[in-house]
């Protein structure tokens, strides 16, 4: 199953919800359910204790605002990159968020998510 080929409704069904949750455990510095819907390529390219580090420490990534804008879709290869308008709780500015999405195993699963 290639994510690409579904409609923009079918992978906007399966993205907001799942940027949603990334946004959610950040705020709320759930490291385990944070990373739970990533690919298993992503997790073992991940460093823990770095990601541990943001958690505790990110002003940004601790205080997003829960609601942020859809901006659109990039379809490549066998994933789709999905971007987003994010804003912070404690600063000021926009920010974008990007999450690339594909199947693994026949589940739809993470492959990078970003906030620059």
């Known amino acids: 199953m290639n994510i690409i080929d579904k409609t923009d409704e079918e992978i906007l069904a399966i993205a907001h919800p799942m940027w949603n949750d990334l946004i959610k455990y950040s705020n709320q510095g759930q490291y385990g359910k944070f990373i739970r819907k990533f690919s298993y390529d992503l997790l073992l390219g991940l460093n823990e204790v770095e990601m541990g580090k943001q958690f505790a ?8 605002v829960e609601e942020s804008d859809f901006l659109g879709l990039i379809r490549r290869g066998q994933h789709v990159t999905v971007l987003y308008r994010v804003r912070s709780k404690t600063r000021e500015g926009e920010w974008l968020g990007r999450m690339v999405l594909g199947y693994e195993r026949g589940e739809a699963r993470v492959f990078a998510a970003s906030i620059f």
């Open 57 to 64: 420490h990110s002003d940004l990534a601790r205080n997003l």
